[in-house]
């Protein structure tokens, strides 16, 4: 079903409020996600981008109630990911001749997904394509934001930027516009979406911003490739990135343990305990990795100033749900946080000085020597974990 947005510009996506999990199981996406397609009807006819394979058949049905398919004049591939790209090989069966607009880089990866000879054009930044009626598409090569292939696509006459994943939320809504969704819900997407995916790319996503802001074209929509389209003041979901990308903190502490015997559990709750004693405006948070969501817990650690990761000793080395989440952490690259390691052991002490160089190696200053405790905290211990708490906190001030 289309959408109208603006003029002669439809939504003709997929919204997929089932998906679960995306990136594999990388990602959650507890409230869905929508594959955003939009069809430009003008002089010419501007299909950009499209949806994920398993949706291919049903896309192009509906595409096909929308136009004659062999009217579509051209295509627009802002980037080759597969849930925007994964339509294209049912589509160019039917259209092969079809020019696809799309980046250098972009043609290497549509190349190497798909292994066709398609009619692929490559663009740069700044040249423009017409469409009609005055109106034209101009192009903005993104690479990084977030592959090597990523482009925006602005149309004159409407100032609708299509600005692919960047802007974009795992967030299913029918309602289409930022103004019509609960404003809670859709910045815990826009957020997470940020923390999750383009954190380590937040130097090149300042740039792009300047860049833009530069050309000083007139914004009245952002429309994503995923989630809803920015209508009301699109610029405000700019500003949040341009305040994402520089070294993003709230004041918050993160606490992130996992236990076997709640000896790790007892030491984290207190360390909790010894930071509210210190300052309670601080808004400390407590998570068990191996029973929480790991991309919400990434993106608390993303609004974090610190951070304290705990893990007992199991087979001399750290439980698992730490682990992973320490590899998720190295490959964000997080900037300008603080950290510290905590957790019990019975006869070999490794999981501390373990979780203390991932978090050195993740690019985290550590502020505190590791907590360490053999075998359960007794109630001395549990008063030096409220006491290294406290100390954290001065640390965290001091420096
Ligand atoms: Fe939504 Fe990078 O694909």
Redesign the pocket.
């Known amino acids: 079903m289309k959408k109208l947005i603006k003029n002669n510009v439809h939504w003709v996506g997929k919204n997929d409020w089932e998906l679960r999990q995306f990136h594999g199981y990388e990602y959650s996406t507890d409230r869905g996600s929508t594959y955003n397609s939009y069809l430009i009807k003008e002089e010419k006819n501007v299909l950009i981008d499209t949806v994920y394979q398993p949706f291919s058949s049903e896309f192009i049905a509906n595409l096909a109630t929308e136009i004659d398919l062999k009217k579509i004049d051209f295509i627009i591939a802002n980037?080759a990911?597969p849930?925007?790209s994964g339509a294209l090989p049912e589509l160019m069966d039917i259209i092969p001749n079809t020019p696809i607009y799309c980046t250098q880089n972009a043609l290497k990866s549509l190349k190497g997904h798909y292994h066709k000879d398609w009619n692929l054009k490559t663009i740069k930044t700044g040249d423009k394509l017409p469409i009609g009626n005055g109106k034209e598409l101009v192009f903005i090569q993104a690479p990084m934001l977030?592959?090597p292939d990523s482009m925006f696509c602005y149309l004159t006459g409407d100032n609708i930027l299509f600005s692919n994943?960047a802007f974009?939320q795992h967030f299913c809504s029918e309602l289409l516009f930022n103004d019509l969704v609960d404003q809670h819900e859709l910045f815990s997407e826009a957020i997470k979406y940020y923390a999750n995916i383009l954190t380590p790319f937040s130097r090149k996503v300042t740039t792009k911003i300047n860049e833009i802001i530069g050309l000083n074209l007139p914004v009245d929509y952002i429309c994503p490739?995923?989630g809803v389209i920015w209508r009301e003041n699109p610029l405000q979901i700019v500003t949040k990135y341009a305040e994402w990308a520089n070294n993003y903190q709230e004041h918050q502490i993160t606490v992130i343990y996992d236990t076997m015997y709640n000896g790790t559990r007892s030491i984290a709750e207190n360390i909790v305990k010894g930071i509210n004693i210190e300052d309670n405006s601080i808004n400390v948070k407590l998570y068990n990795a191996a029973t929480n969501d790991k991309n919400e817990i990434l993106t608390e650690i993303f609004k974090s100033k610190a951070i304290l990761i705990g893990s007992p000793t199991v087979n001399n080395g750290i439980m698992y749900s730490i682990a992973g989440l320490a590899e998720l952490v190295k490959g964000l690259k997080f900037k300008n946080k603080k950290a510290a390691s905590f957790g019990c052991y019975g006869w070999h002490d490794v999981a501390t000085k373990t979780i203390e160089s991932m978090l050195r190696e993740a690019g985290f200053e550590i502020l505190s020597e590791p907590l360490s405790c053999k075998w359960e905290p007794d109630e001395e211990f549990i008063k030096k974990c409220i006491e290294f708490g406290k100390q954290f906190v001065v640390n965290l001030i001091e420096c």
Request: aromatic share 10%; glycine share 10%.
């Open positions: 980037h990911e849930d925007h977030h592959w994943d974009g490739s995923h």
